[in-house]
Structures are given as C-alpha cells and as structure tokens.
T-cell receptor
C-alpha cells in the first residue's frame, strides 16, 4: 500500500459526459501528479500540483482540468468524453520540489471506460 | 519523440538467476532515474532510484547502474524470484534547475515484462 488513495476504482460512462476522479496523497506529501496509461501510449504525464498551485503541465487536453484543494487532495475533471479517453488514470504524490526525495508513489488508479 | 526507451518488451529468467533490465534515454537534462514494478490493474510500485551524480545504487536484491556517457541504465535483480514476475518501467525526471513544464514529471519507458520461472 503506497498510501495514495484514488476513487473511484472503476468508472463507466458515455461519450460527451463529464467525470471527476479523486486522489488523496500520502500524508505529508505536497505534490500531486496525474498520469494517463492507455494501451498505445504507455504512462503519460498530465499535470502536477504543488501545495495547491499548478506546477507543471504535460500533454493534457483542454477538455481536462485539475485542481488541488487546501487539504491537498486533488481532483481531475474530464469533460466532453470521447472513446479515446478510455484509459487508466493514476495519481502519484511526492514530498515536493523542495524535499529531499524525488520518488513518486502511485495510487491504485481509476479505470475509465467511455462507451 | 520517446526520450526513455526500454527496447526489450519481455525477458524470461530462471528462478535464482540474475535478471537484467535495460533502459536508454536521450535527454541529457535528466538527473534522476527510477525503476517501478507494476502488476496488472495496480499502480506502479517504486523499487529503486539513482541520482545522476552516482553510478550505482543497491537495495537488497535490486541494484541500479547508471552509465551517463552512454545514457543507459540497468536494473539487476539477484537472485530472481517468481514473485518478481511483473512489468518493470524505468522513468526519468529533471529536478535541478528546471522550470516551466519540465520540473519533477516522470517520463516513462514502455516497460519490460519480466517472467521468472520456478
């Protein structure tokens, strides 16, 4: 158990819909990262938050957004869903930019299926 | 542009022998490297890491070697056990003097499926 929790574990929804994925980082970690794993693209970085502020951005679609709340949990919002958005979405946490450790610890993931 | 590559999609090893998983990278700005193990339907589990200022890091049965001049790293598992069977990902990040969109994000290889036979 990494200490990172994600809900829900599975999500099935229709095209055009909007969903919210939730992540709680390990106790004490200030940074939260979101990754997408699809069959053809492997694990791809989406976005990072550090202590409530956006820190880094990957190839995240404009239809996707995220935020980190004062209690440090994070949510990833996916809207106008398309079939190609079906994937595993992972959240990871780490101490953060000023910490001495750069390891990221991953949650169990949310499997999104868009039908 | 795939900056981290694992050229072997799979590796099969006998129990008790050494498993060697390889990874190559192209971006010389990477300064931290990590190995993760992943089972189906689970999140990646951190195994071991190495800073670019070192060439070797050891943790129990796991050793990571870094050859900066060749932009190559490898993970050695000795002795291999059936429970080690999983997908292994190498990842790299830029942490020092990085700004903009580079800081901290992990860039992953495509993974190598390790099978350890009893």
């Amino acid at each position: 158990d990494s200490g990172v929790t994600q809900t829900p574990k599975h999500l099935i929804t229709a095209t055009g819909q909007r969903v919210t994925l939730r992540c709680s980082p390990r106790s004490g970690d200030l940074s939260v990262y979101w990754y997408q794993q699809s069959l053809d693209q492997g694990l791809q970085f989406l976005i990072q938050y550090y202590n409530g502020e956006e820190r880094a951005k990957g190839n995240i679609l404009e239809r996707f957004s995220a935020q980190q709340f004062p209690d440090l949990h994070s949510e990833l919002n996916l809207s106008s869903l398309e079939l190609g958005d079906s994937a595993l979405y992972f959240c990871a946490s780490s101490v953060g930019p000023d910490g001495t450790s750069y390891e990221q610890y991953f949650g169990p993931g949310t499997r999104l299926t868009v039908t | 542009d795939q900056q981290v590559k694992q050229n072997s999609p799979s590796l099969s090893v006998q129990e008790g022998r050494i498993s060697i998983l390889n990874c190559d990278y192209t971006n010389s700005m990477f300064d931290y490297f990590l190995w993760y193990k992943k089972y189906p339907a689970e999140g990646p589990t951190f195994l071991i890491s190495i800073s670019s200022i070192k060439d070797k890091n050891e943790d129990g049965r796991f050793t990571v070697f870094l050859n900066k001049s060749a932009k190559h790293l490898s993970l050695h598992i000795v002795p291999s056990q059936p429970g080690d069977s999983a997908v292994y990902f190498c990842a790299a990040s830029i942490n020092q003097n990085a700004g903009g969109t580079s800081y901290g994000k992990l860039t992953f290889g495509q993974g190598t499926i390790l099978t350890v036979h009893p």
